[in-house]
């Protein structure tokens, strides 16, 4: 039964992303900001630090199935937030190897993980030809406020799911040895 809360926490967040500028002060939206909730991504870079072992990729796979998720019900184009959530995911997994999981190392990943990630689709988007945006003012109205709103959202986050998420991966473990 354990192994459903993962992607029911995952489709959860994914269906809160849509009101979470409902959330914010009017004042923050009648402004030149633009913020993204990347809320699945920092969900996703938890359960790369805490849940995934070096050699198990779920959360890889996780990513796949809610970046495409994310595509088909925010965005007009298929695949990119399927892309760029995959390849970031995969990047924070491998620099996990290298680290200790604790809240510096996750605030680190995470913080490149939502930069890559905002990049990426940024890029995307201006090759395909749906945004034309300066890279200056896409750095300082897009991707710094969506980075630090972001972080706000994984620091409030981090005491909830990180213990838990690894009390978790040594439930299915031990259940699964002794099958």
Do not use: C
């Not at 300082?140 to 994984?154: A, I, W």
């Amino acid at each position: 039964m354990k192994r459903v809360y993962l992607p029911l926490i995952l489709f959860l967040v994914l269906a809160l992303e849509g009101v979470a500028l409902e959330l914010l002060p009017g004042n923050l939206l009648r402004t030149d900001l633009l913020i993204v909730p990347h809320w699945v991504l920092v969900i996703l870079v938890f359960l790369t630090i805490f849940y995934d072992y070096d050699s198990t990729y779920f959360s890889v796979m996780y990513a796949l199935i809610f970046g495409l998720l994310v595509d088909i019900v925010y965005t007009d184009v298929l695949g990119v937030y399927m892309f760029s959530y995959a390849l970031t995911i995969y990047a924070i997994h491998s620099m996990k190897k290298l680290l200790h999981g604790n809240i510096f190392v996750t605030v680190l990943l995470g913080t490149g993980g939502l930069v890559l990630s905002d990049i990426m689709i940024y890029l995307i988007y201006m090759v395909v030809g749906l945004t034309d945006t300066v890279w200056v003012d896409y750095l300082s109205s897009r991707l710094l406020p969506t980075v630090l709103s972001n972080l706000l959202f994984l620091l409030v986050s981090y005491p909830f799911l990180a213990n838990r998420l690894m009390n978790w991966r040594k439930e299915q473990i031990n259940k699964d040895s002794m099958l």
